[in-house]
């Protein structure tokens, strides 16, 4: 479902171009679990926020589900991010004022459904977060755990193929941590494409597939295999 061939990309700023990605060949197939690792400034989130049509890349080629992402409107890239993609991030990125069913339901406003059918679906997938009773709860209101959570169930309400994963754990302690895999694997299992990125090595255990990127280059693409998680 994910295809990249060849991507390259770089920061230029006035005085400087810092070459960030250098030449990424991927594919991710439907249904893969999937994390991304490597040490800061490797080229992590920029390589997600490609894949999520957040950033554009220079050359090479971004297949999403058969489509050349490229040269897009911002309609168009919206539309495929809505389409196809829930994003989750470490600082959970919830409105403040809005509770948690507003925030779940937020997706659905921009997709023209009405009010009364967006609160039932955000409670619905509050619901199998079992966030059911923090649903009139404001984010402030929450632990780190919750809050992602709403944010996992946020990215849920609109039916995306791939859940992309900026550090999701980051900000989490580590029981949190635990549960938190817990949710995301139960999603990968009902057919969801999970991509992680993380730095945490126990976060990676628990996926399939660990690509190592190092200074925008994938060092290493190894399958998980099962006697590594025990
Ligand atoms: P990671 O997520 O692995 O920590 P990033 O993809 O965020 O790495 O960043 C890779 C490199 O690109 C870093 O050196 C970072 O400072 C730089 N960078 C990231 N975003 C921007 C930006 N918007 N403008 C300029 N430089 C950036
Ligand atoms: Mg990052």
Same mark, same amino acid.
């Given at each position: 479902?994910?295809?990249?061939?060849?991507?390259?990309?770089?920061?230029?700023?006035?005085?400087?171009?810092? !070459?960030?990605?250098?030449?990424?060949?991927?594919?991710?197939?439907?249904?893969?679990?999937?994390?991304?690792?490597?040490?800061?400034?490797?080229?992590?989130?920029?390589?997600?926020?490609?894949?999520?049509?957040?950033?554009?890349?220079?050359?090479?080629?971004?297949?999403?589900?058969?489509?050349?992402?490229?040269?897009?409107?911002?309609?168009?890239? @919206?539309?495929?991010?809505?389409?196809?993609?829930?994003?989750?991030?470490?600082?959970?990125?919830?409105?403040?004022?809005?509770?948690?069913?507003?925030?779940?339901?937020?997706?659905?406003?921009?997709?023209?459904?009405?009010?009364?059918?967006?609160? =039932?679906?955000?409670?619905?997938?509050?619901?199998?977060?079992?966030?059911? +009773?923090? =649903?009139?709860?404001?984010?402030?209101?929450?632990?780190?755990?919750?809050?992602?959570?709403? @944010?996992?169930?946020?990215?849920?309400?609109?039916?995306?193929?791939?859940?992309?994963?900026?550090?999701?754990?980051?900000?989490?302690?580590?029981?949190?941590?635990?549960?938190?895999?817990?949710?995301?694997?139960?999603?990968?299992?009902?057919?969801?494409?999970?991509?992680?990125?993380? !730095?945490?090595?126990?976060? @990676?255990?628990?996926?399939?597939?660990?690509? !190592?990127?190092?200074?925008?280059?994938?060092?290493? +693409?190894?399958?998980?295999?099962?006697?590594?998680?025990?």
């Amino acid at each position: 479902m994910i295809k990249l061939r060849n991507i390259n990309k770089s920061y230029r700023t006035e005085a400087i171009s810092l !070459h960030v990605l250098k030449g990424i060949d991927l594919d991710i197939r439907q249904g893969e679990y999937v994390s991304i690792m490597g040490v800061s400034g490797s080229g992590k989130s920029t390589l997600l926020n490609i894949l999520g049509i957040l950033d554009t890349y220079d050359t090479g080629e971004y297949r999403l589900n058969g489509t050349l992402i490229k040269d897009l409107s911002e309609k168009q890239a @919206a539309h495929y991010r809505n389409e196809l993609i829930g994003f989750v991030f470490q600082s959970f990125n919830l409105i403040n004022f809005k509770n948690a069913l507003e925030n779940v339901a937020l997706p659905l406003y921009y997709k023209d459904i009405g009010r009364k059918k967006r609160n =039932a679906m955000a409670m619905e997938a509050l619901d199998k977060m079992g966030l059911k +009773d923090w =649903a009139h709860h404001l984010p402030s209101e929450l632990s780190g755990g919750q809050k992602q959570r709403v @944010a996992i169930a946020r990215a849920m309400i609109s039916n995306p193929k791939v859940i992309l994963a900026d550090e999701p754990t980051g900000a989490l302690d580590s029981k949190t941590t635990v549960e938190m895999m817990g949710v995301l694997t139960d999603l990968n299992r009902q057919g969801i494409t999970m991509i992680i990125v993380t !730095h945490e090595s126990s976060v @990676a255990s628990v996926t399939n597939r660990v690509i !190592h990127l190092r200074d925008g280059i994938i060092e290493k +693409d190894e399958p998980f295999v099962q006697e590594q998680k025990i």
